[in-house]
């Protein structure tokens, strides 16, 4: 299986700040990873595809590059409603895998 | 706009079955895979499942296979998850998810609200 390590797990920051977090990829190309956004007790939701390809209607704020087999999503600037958890995933191969998540909280 | 509504919560007790289904509208069903992606409390997401278009491939994770069985009814834009000899580390909220695929990677761009299912005795 594909394995993905995302980090930090934990992030706390202002708002207005910019956020970056990584997802590095055992076995794949970062071309194929995709970041969600789940906010508490919600479905997730897809920010970025394809490693920097934006979503639909998600704010340009949002943001995703891929270098090897890793990828980073950056907030450009960190709003309240942009307190939740934040996954990467990979479907290149079966199975599908996600990241374990890293938490983003406002200081 | 694309939606996914589910079925609601459910309690049951350990070697019990349960159904859930998931009914989609605002795009073309039948021509999307479709998947059930589960997280247990307090945890991450773990993928359970997935229905090719057309319903000829389907293949599921090891922790599932043999008990889970998905299924789609295309006149009905319903997609279903079969749950048979639920244990209790089944406990989870249930999601399906419409697949999009891009440049050779598949994703996950609509959610379904989610399920609660409780597997307890």
């Known amino acids: 299986d594909i394995r993905l390590t995302q980090s930090p797990s934990f992030l706390s920051a202002s708002v207005g700040d910019r956020v970056t977090i990584t997802c590095r990829a055992s076995?794949?190309?970062?071309?194929?990873l995709a970041w969600y956004r789940q906010k508490p007790g919600k479905a997730p939701e897809l920010l970025i595809y394809s490693a920097s390809s934006l979503q639909h209607g998600v704010p340009s704020r949002f943001s995703g590059r891929g270098s090897g087999s890793e990828v980073t999503l950056t907030i450009s600037s960190l709003q309240p409603g942009d307190i939740a958890t934040y996954y990467c995933q990979q479907l290149y191969a079966y199975p599908p895998t996600f990241g374990q998540g890293t938490q983003v909280e406002i200081k | 706009q694309v939606q996914l509504v589910q079925s609601g919560e459910n309690v049951v007790q350990p070697g019990q079955s349960l159904r859930l289904s998931c009914a989609a509208s605002g795009f073309d069903f039948r021509y999307f895979a479709m998947f059930w992606v589960r997280q247990a409390p307090g945890k991450g997401l773990e993928w359970v499942a997935v229905?090719?278009?057309?319903?000829?491939?389907?293949y599921y994770a090891d922790s599932v296979t043999g008990r889970f069985t998905i299924s789609r009814d295309d006149s009905q834009n319903t997609v279903f998850l079969q749950m048979d000899h639920l244990r209790l580390e089944d406990t989870a909220v249930y999601y399906c998810a419409k697949s999009l695929v891009h440049n050779g990677g598949t994703y996950f761009d609509s959610w379904g609200q989610g399920n609660l299912v409780s597997v307890s005795s």
């Open positions: 229905i090719s278009s057309g319903g000829s491939n389907r």
């Open positions: 076995g794949a190309d970062s071309r194929y």
